[in-house]
């Protein structure tokens, strides 16, 4: 399917009634009239977002004294229909979360960067509420060149990624110190929401498992990942909780290639930015870096480019906090290298799980199939994925994440 089938037909709400009211609000003009009639269609391609109902539209209308103004817009509105959408983001406060983001976060972000000369830019928020519906109204900035990529493929076009979410962080770090409140806003349920997304985690070892036990070269790593699933839950609620070695930010949290939009020159990428706040948590950034290492880049760059991605990531961390006058201790290179091998668990349960998600093609698969486990994952018919769990599982082995 080559879009979502609950974005096939909109509300009878999200009519031309209601996008004047937008607009009204948003030129602070009571006398807007629309151009024409407004035509709704798909947000995205199938597979591209999950956790909620997805819209772009384009928008013609004049202000007052006839100026005429033209805008492209996105809508991210919660699923009230019962099903996967809906069950998943019920029990949490998610549009609220983002709706705090854009409203608060990102633009006091975007002022601690200005002040020292940085940019963190976003996609503006037009309007958002949460009554009578919960929906946020973006402007829709792929008229603008920002485009959704796939796998990163070189380090140079992972660069800007890199530095954007140093500056997520350090922004973040000195937020919380000008107002010690923020970082309860942000508590982390995402290992909560993993764990209770068990038929896709099992799915996925078993299958991980198969795929031990058929390679010869691999079979003696049977027991250990059998181990580590048993312990699952214990060692995702480990991981994502908030450090006590090492300094906590507000991390993205779903942090993966699908949730960036690029500027490219050359055939290249020169620009990124991020969408998607959902999941902002407050807890240890390696929950990022593990997504940075893994979820964005393409394999041969994390191999060839491992410590580089953490040297960069960290000297922009450091120098944006020195820079921001931030008064506390920065922290240094080596204990986030600690602190990296403390939750290693994560990258493992990145490769065994998000690897599906890292490979699959989910226009091409039912979501609701994929997410209760029962789709294959199609990396581990990959030679590629074979020789790298050839090597990964050993360090793994070797640092004591997995044990004999």
């Not at 807007?32 to 597979?47: D, E, N, S, Y």
């Not at 609620?237 to 020159?265: C, R, W």
Request: proline share 3%.
């Amino acid at each position: 399917m080559q879009f979502n089938y609950d974005e096939l037909s909109s509300p009878e709400w999200l009519n031309d009634d209601y996008f004047l009211h937008v607009l009204c609000e948003l030129e602070c003009d009571s006398n807007v009239r629309l151009i024409g009639a407004c035509v709704l269609r798909p947000g995205t391609k199938a597979g591209d977002h999950f956790a909620s109902v997805m819209y772009r539209t384009t928008l013609q209308y004049y202000c007052t004294a006839n100026v005429k103004k033209t805008i492209n817009l996105i809508m991210k509105i919660k699923p009230d229909t019962d099903g996967f959408k809906k069950d998943l983001l019920d029990g949490d406060d998610f549009f609220g979360k983002e709706i705090r983001m854009y409203t608060e976060v990102l633009p006091q972000m975007a002022a601690l960067m200005r002040s020292i000369g940085e940019e963190y830019q976003y996609p503006k928020l037009v309007f958002a509420s949460h009554e009578p519906h919960t929906i946020i109204i973006l402007e829709d900035v792929s008229s603008q060149g920002w485009t959704m990529e796939g796998l990163i493929k070189s380090f140079s076009e992972l660069e800007p990624t890199i530095d954007a979410i140093a500056k997520f962080h350090a922004a973040s770090v000195v937020l919380q110190e000008k107002d010690p409140t923020f970082a309860s806003q942000y508590q982390c349920t995402i290992a909560k929401i993993l764990c209770s997304m068990r038929g896709m985690t099992d799915g996925c070892f078993r299958s991980f498992i198969s795929f031990l036990s058929e390679t010869v070269e691999l079979q003696e790593f049977v027991a250990p990942v059998e181990h580590f699933h048993a312990k699952i839950d214990d060692i995702l609620q480990a991981a994502y909780a908030p450090s006590e070695t090492f300094a906590n930010v507000l991390i993205h949290g779903d942090f993966h290639f699908k949730n960036l939009l690029h500027l490219q020159s050359g055939g290249k990428i020169v620009d990124t930015i991020f969408v998607d706040y959902q999941m902002c948590s407050w807890c240890s950034p390696v929950v990022d870096l593990y997504y940075l290492t893994y979820m964005i880049p393409e394999q041969s760059v994390k191999n060839a480019h491992r410590d580089e991605i953490i040297y960069r990531y960290y000297e922009k961390f450091a120098s944006l906090l020195r820079r921001l006058n931030y008064r506390g201790r920065v922290p240094s290179l080596s204990e986030l290298q600690v602190e990296l091998l403390r939750k290693t668990e994560l990258e493992l349960y990145h490769y065994i799980v998000f690897s599906a998600f890292r490979h699959t093609d989910l226009s091409k698969v039912d979501s609701e199939a994929f997410f209760l486990g029962r789709t294959d994952n199609p990396a581990l018919k990959m030679e590629e994925f074979k020789e790298t769990m050839k090597t990964e599982l050993r360090r793994f082995l070797y640092h004591g994440i997995i044990e004999n």
